[in-house]
Every structure is written in structure tokens, then in C-alpha cells.
């Protein structure tokens, strides 16, 4: 407990990021924060958090940070990043929960993500340690819950936002193969209510998460184009082409879409069970792209 009687919560990659800017003042309702990250973030300096700096990855004793701790949400892992930084980051979250075994921490939660290829399973960095650090928390004892969310919509996001973005700017969008591929994407406010709830909650387990509408990703940018008001045009491609045109953007540093999400958009396992019980009605797309427009006039 903190000195002020209210539960502690450790937050693992911090209240700055995508879900961390929803989550945290969630989680301020109920618990104390000590949220661990690099560098300060201006969201953070309010009461009840308590900022501790450092690099997940490269924290050897995490004792201190765990005192007082009765619950731990890792939000921390990087989207894109070299093969040796991903095992570096899995030897620091498992060494986190060797400490958390050893405090008897009661609860531990971890956001991963849905199945993909197995091809990609087997051979991406991105998930291949990101699945072992799962297992491990799984047979690790401790009560936990991993958080398997589809893709993500909401403010900052770096999907929905930036392709409304270039149906506005270009002249065509680009189009993988038919688009017959499902999605349904979940808002960010959404996945946040949904952990604060498992955080207060002893239910173990995998929870996969997914919006209230599914898409073809074709019917997806359909609308886009129709809340931007253009009529829909397409450069169509082959799979196998969209990504090699991902990898080429990427190799010259681009971080729109990487190449291993093209694969796994297309592999159509992105959808994901309908979010429930996480009180109130989900968010849905539309509302919040035409949120994305400029006022008129």
C-alpha cells in the first residue's frame, strides 16, 4: 500500500505512450502509480504518480521499484526496433518478474497481441520473444491476465488517423489485393477500461479484445474516403507487392506501416471478440474520423 492507503500500482513503460495516456488517469481512481520509463513526461505530474527513471530493458534490480507494489501493467515493448533490443527488453520484463514472484506481488498484467502467421510467430523478433515473456508469465504462479487487443484506433494513433491522412493529401490510396481481409479495430479509451478492470479483478487468463464493427478492410477505406468526401480510387497491388512496398518505404526509415503489419493484415487474424462488460457502449470508427476533420469553414 502507499502512505496513503491506496493500492500501488507499477506502471511498466509508462503514462506518456499510446495506451498509457488513456490508462493512467483510470487507474488514478483507484491506486497510486509508480510508473517507470525513461525520460518525464508532462501527463505524469499530477498527484499520485510517482515517476521512477530507467530503462526497462537494461534494469538489473528491480526490487525497489516493486516495494509497496500490489500490481504490475506492462505496457512497455517497441513496435519496430534491431533483433538484439527485443531480447534485450524480454531479459529485462523477465527479470521484473522474477523480482514480482519473489514480492508476492498479487497481480500482473501484460498487453500483448493477437495471433499472427506462423511463419511471423516463428521467426519475428517482434514476436517471438514477446511470446515467450507471455508463456513465462503464464507458468509463472502469479495471478495475471494478458491483454490481446486488435488494431487500435484513437488519439495519436498511427493507424486510422494517418490513413484519413493520405485519402485527404493523394490522389490514390493504396489497396492490398482485394481487401477481403477483416478488421475490428478498438478504440485506445476502450482497451483502457478494459485493463483498469482486469487490474482490480482475480480472473487469469488471455483476453482477446476487438471493436463492435467488423470491417473488409476494403468496406474500411471505402469509408474513409466517403467521411473525406472524395469518391474512392485505388493503386491495387498483389500481396507479395505491398510488401516489398512497405519493406522499400521502410528501408529508407519510414515508420508509416512496416512490413511484418502488411503480412499481418492480410493474414486476416486481426479480428478479435467483441469487448464486453467493460461498462458503457465500445467506440465506434466513424464518430471518431469525423472527429479527425477540420472544422468547416
Same mark, same amino acid.
Given at each position: 500500500?502507499?502512505? &496513503?492507503?491506496?493500492?500501488?500500482?507499477?506502471?511498466?513503460?509508462? =503514462?506518456?505512450?499510446?495506451?498509457?495516456?488513456?490508462?493512467?488517469?483510470?487507474?488514478?481512481?483507484?491506486?497510486?502509480?509508480?510508473?517507470? %520509463?525513461? %525520460?518525464?513526461?508532462?501527463?505524469?505530474?499530477?498527484?499520485?504518480?510517482?515517476? $521512477?527513471? =530507467?530503462? $526497462?530493458?537494461?534494469?538489473?534490480?528491480?526490487?525497489? $521499484? +516493486?516495494?509497496?507494489?500490489?500490481?504490475? $501493467?506492462?505496457? !512497455?515493448?517497441?513496435?519496430?526496433?534491431?533483433?538484439?533490443?527485443?531480447? @534485450?527488453?524480454?531479459? =529485462?520484463?523477465?527479470?521484473?518478474?522474477?523480482?514480482?514472484?519473489? !514480492?508476492?506481488? %498479487?497481480?500482473?498484467?501484460?498487453?500483448?497481441?493477437?495471433?499472427?502467421?506462423?511463419?511471423?510467430?516463428?521467426?519475428?523478433?517482434?514476436?517471438?520473444?514477446?511470446?515467450?515473456?507471455?508463456?513465462?508469465?503464464?507458468?509463472?504462479?502469479?495471478?495475471?491476465?494478458?491483454?490481446?487487443?486488435?488494431?487500435?484506433?484513437?488519439?495519436?494513433?498511427? +493507424? /486510422?488517423?494517418?490513413? /484519413?491522412?493520405?485519402?485527404?493529401?493523394?490522389?490514390?490510396?493504396?489497396?492490398?489485393?482485394?481487401?477481403?481481409?477483416?478488421?475490428?479495430?478498438?478504440?485506445?479509451?476502450?482497451? !483502457?477500461?478494459?485493463?483498469?478492470?482486469?487490474?482490480?479483478?482475480?480472473?487469469?487468463?488471455?483476453?482477446? *479484445?476487438?471493436?463492435?464493427?467488423?470491417?473488409?478492410?476494403?468496406?474500411?477505406?471505402? /469509408?474513409? #474516403?466517403?467521411?473525406?468526401?472524395?469518391?474512392?480510387?485505388?493503386?491495387?497491388?498483389?500481396?507479395?507487392? &505491398?510488401?516489398?512496398?512497405?519493406?522499400? *518505404?521502410?528501408? #529508407?526509415?519510414?515508420?508509416?506501416?512496416?512490413?511484418?503489419?502488411?503480412?499481418?493484415?492480410?493474414?486476416?487474424? *486481426?479480428?478479435?471478440?467483441?469487448?464486453?462488460?467493460?461498462?458503457?457502449?465500445?467506440?465506434?470508427? @466513424?464518430?471518431? /474520423?469525423?472527429?479527425?476533420?477540420?472544422?468547416?469553414?
Amino acid at each position: 500500500m502507499s502512505a &496513503g492507503g491506496r493500492p500501488r500500482v507499477l506502471l511498466v513503460g509508462g =503514462g506518456g505512450g499510446f495506451v498509457g495516456r488513456q490508462l493512467l488517469p483510470l487507474l488514478l481512481r483507484e491506486f497510486d502509480v509508480r510508473s517507470i %520509463h525513461r %525520460h518525464p513526461v508532462a501527463s505524469e505530474a499530477v498527484p499520485g504518480v510517482e515517476w $521512477v527513471e =530507467g530503462d $526497462v530493458a537494461r534494469l538489473r534490480d528491480w526490487t525497489p $521499484v +516493486l516495494r509497496d507494489v500490489q500490481v504490475v $501493467v506492462n505496457l !512497455a515493448w517497441y513496435r519496430w526496433a534491431r533483433p538484439r533490443r527485443f531480447e @534485450e527488453l524480454y531479459g =529485462g520484463l523477465r527479470g521484473l518478474l522474477t523480482a514480482a514472484i519473489d !514480492a508476492k506481488v %498479487h497481480r500482473f498484467l501484460q498487453l500483448s497481441v493477437p495471433a499472427a502467421p506462423l511463419r511471423m510467430e516463428r521467426e519475428l523478433p517482434y514476436l517471438r520473444w514477446k511470446r515467450r515473456f507471455d508463456q513465462e508469465l503464464t507458468d509463472s504462479g502469479l495471478s495475471y491476465a494478458i491483454v490481446r487487443p486488435t488494431l487500435l484506433f484513437g488519439p495519436g494513433d498511427v +493507424l /486510422l488517423s494517418v490513413m /484519413l491522412r493520405m485519402v485527404r493529401r493523394y490522389p490514390f490510396f493504396p489497396m492490398f489485393g482485394d481487401g477481403s481481409f477483416r478488421v475490428n479495430p478498438l478504440a485506445v479509451a476502450d482497451l !483502457a477500461r478494459q485493463i483498469r478492470k482486469l487490474a482490480g479483478s482475480s480472473t487469469v487468463g488471455q483476453f482477446d *479484445l476487438g471493436g463492435p464493427e467488423t470491417f473488409r478492410y476494403r468496406q474500411l477505406t471505402d /469509408l474513409l #474516403f466517403r467521411v473525406a468526401g472524395r469518391r474512392p480510387r485505388y493503386w491495387t497491388m498483389n500481396a507479395r507487392n &505491398g510488401i516489398r512496398l512497405a519493406g522499400l *518505404l521502410q528501408s #529508407f526509415g519510414s515508420n508509416l506501416l512496416y512490413a511484418y503489419e502488411v503480412e499481418w493484415l492480410m493474414s486476416d487474424l *486481426l479480428v478479435q471478440p467483441v469487448a464486453e462488460g467493460i461498462g458503457g457502449p465500445l467506440e465506434r470508427v @466513424e464518430p471518431y /474520423l469525423r472527429s479527425l476533420l477540420p472544422p468547416p469553414g
